[in-house]
């Protein structure tokens, strides 16, 4: 198992208990922080729902907080027609599966397999259907780095050696001040940051409760200039959703537009995208939540992953730098604090070296392989936000996948 993989076991771990916290009672303390109540019931207890509440929310975010569309338009994007009846069948610990099996033992609420751009398999579970769109959790991380790249090729942003607090005065003199936005893309920031989403004091948690409330614009952006630093900047990997959350700002301060306007036109117009999306927002009115707030359809997330095996090209149009897929998919990231490779990029994980995933709690996913030119896009509703024996059976599924596709 890769050391990715174990980065995200350890937060597996911490998520196990959500249940039993949910049945004492437990949520995000949205009430406390705010001042006053979300608008809607889910919006403060996000990560603790389950069964149809957690499907209802995660394919119904803008009904639980402030978004802003992210248009689509033109000519959609068509995937060629595959041959019907694709599917592998594997072994995991034993149990033979094939790929119905895993749908239902992975929770997917929507699978697609595309392989030269040809759709060889596409499956809707948990009442979920091609129309709706989810929540990407942390796979948007790969989407706003992408962004990053955009600003860049357009002249935006100078380069990822540029400090972060030229974009956003704001850093300067905080934990931030010598961050540049190559150190914020490895996550390798120097502030001390608590992402324990069982925590109710985490910072993590207090981001998800200023969301929740709609009414605190700018207390994000506050709250990661108090934080204090941990270690020196650029160090050490450790997964931390501020950062994101900063690159957002910095990409939408340099391109002087709001970052669902910026990746409307930048890909999701040109490229083909079938349907508009939407991002969540930290407050009514405010900046998107850089962290991991898009909502897609699967089509779409595949699409997405569809424009970086093509090079970042859309609409005839060159939007990433030259040089910049490469350089963002390989483990450049440092090691963590325990000396453990992070196999992390600039928001991408490398699993399997020359390939590159994006990831999100709850089993979310864009699968990129550049050989056999295949992309898996899921999204699925794991009990907890991720535990080794979903992300084992996960490779699993995808390796097989692979090994069908060489």
Known sequence: MTDAVMTRRAFGQLAAGAAT????????????????????????????LEGADQVFAFSHLDQLYPNRIIPAGGKPYEFGPGAAGFDV?????????DTAAFVRASRVAALLIVQNGVLLREDYAL???????????????????????????????????????????ALKKTAFDDATIRDLLRMS???????????????????????????????????????????????????????????????????????SSYLSDRIWKPFGMEADAYWMLTA?????????????????????????????????????????????????????QDGKASGYGYQWWIDTPGTYTAHGVFGQLIHVDPQRKLVIAMNRAWRTPGEETDYALSAAFVQAVSAALS
Do not use: C
């Open 284 to 336: 009514e009115g405010g900046i998107e939540y850089g962290g991991g707030g898009t909502n897609a359809t699967t089509r779409d997330y595949a699409r997405f992953g569809q424009f970086m095996l093509e090079g970042g090209m859309a609409g005839g149009r060159q939007v990433l730098p030259e040089g910049w897929i490469s350089e963002a998919t390989i483990p450049s990231a440092p090691a963590q």
């Open 89 to 97: 069948k594997f072994d995991h610990l034993g149990q033979q599966l």
């Open 21 to 48: 916290m949910l049945a004492s009672g437990f949520a995000l303390p949205g009430v406390a922080f705010a001042g006053r109540a979300p608008i809607h019931p889910f919006a403060d207890k996000l990560l603790f």
């Open 127 to 169: 009442g979920h259907g091609r129309a709706g769109k989810w929540m990407s959790f942390s796979a948007g991380k790969s989407i706003l780095s992408t962004m990053v790249g955009a600003a860049i090729h357009d002249g935006h942003i100078g380069s990822v050696t540029d400090p972060v607090a030229r974009y956003v005065p």
């Open 189 to 259: 920031g120097g502030e001390a940051w608590n992402e324990n989403y069982l925590d109710r004091g985490s910072d993590i948690s207090k981001h998800l409760a200023i969301i929740a409330a709609r009414n605190q614009p700018g207390a994000i952006l506050k709250h990661m200039t108090g934080l204090k630093r941990g270690f020196p900047t650029g160090m050490y990997n450790q997964y931390r959703t501020g950062e994101t959350y900063l690159l957002g700002e910095v990409v939408s301060a340099a391109v002087g537009a709001s970052l």
